[in-house]
């Protein structure tokens, strides 16, 4: 079943402008992991972040991660127009099982 | 080190005929997994295989879908009788062998489409 949920859906901000993309999900987990999917194209993996660690940057991405609540939000800063693309959570709840992926962010970033 | 690689990158079909996609892990990567992705959705698990075994094939259709990972070549995800509903994008991820591994790496997939 589907376990990761994006929110929201799609968002469409300037550049230079910050934006935040959270994800949901249900059951425990061993790490979060974000991946960028330009239109027609294939995966990017962006950043992992391990059950044990709350929050983790890389570059202009920023991951945050509250297992308590089950959730973790992506923070994109100074948004650049070839950021645009559709944004997915996905979670692994142990070494060689499958990832679970949401249903995607879809971020337009307009000059 | 070339990444993993998926042929063909774009594949049409008609209603009723075979669909063959071919996945070539990173190299010195045993396990191999099989993901489809509906338009406007995410990607969804269909099967985790290492060499010459089906590890887990919860989320393959049991009708008209296949797939193997043979001891020499590609892992193949084949699919019979192809329906309209089976036009989606491919995607496949390898990882290295070991317990633990936490990295999937992703092939630039198959979109297939079936008219």
């Known amino acids: 079943s589907q376990q990761g949920e994006e929110d929201p859906q799609a968002l469409s901000i300037q550049e230079g402008e910050n934006a935040t993309m959270n994800c949901s999900y249900k059951t425990s987990i061993n790490n979060l992991q974000w991946y960028r999917q330009n239109s027609g194209r294939g995966l990017v993996h962006l950043i992992l972040i391990r059950s044990n660690e709350r929050e983790k940057h890389s570059g202009r991405l920023r991951v945050t991660l509250d297992t308590s609540k089950k959730s973790s939000s992506l923070l994109i800063t100074a948004s650049r127009a070839a950021d645009t693309a559709s944004y997915f959570c996905?979670?692994?709840?142990?070494?060689?099982?499958?990832?679970?992926f949401g249903k995607g962010t879809r971020l337009s970033v307009i000059a | 080190n070339a990444g993993v690689m998926q042929n063909p990158r774009h594949l049409v079909r008609r209603r009723g005929q075979e669909a063959r996609l071919r996945c070539s892990p990173m190299k010195g990567h045993s396990h191999v997994y099989w993901y489809r992705q509906l338009p406007e959705e995410g990607l969804k698990f269909m099967v985790y295989l290492q060499k010459e075994n089906i590890i887990d094939e919860s989320g393959m259709p049991k009708e008209r879908f296949s797939a193997e990972f043979p001891k020499e070549g590609p892992s193949i995800l084949r699919i019979q009788q192809v329906v309209r509903g089976d036009s989606a994008a491919y995607f496949c991820a390898s990882s290295p062998p070991g317990t633990g591994t936490d990295t999937q790496y992703f092939g630039p997939g198959t979109r297939l489409t079936v008219l």
């Open positions: 996905a979670t692994l709840s142990s070494g060689n099982t499958p990832l679970v």
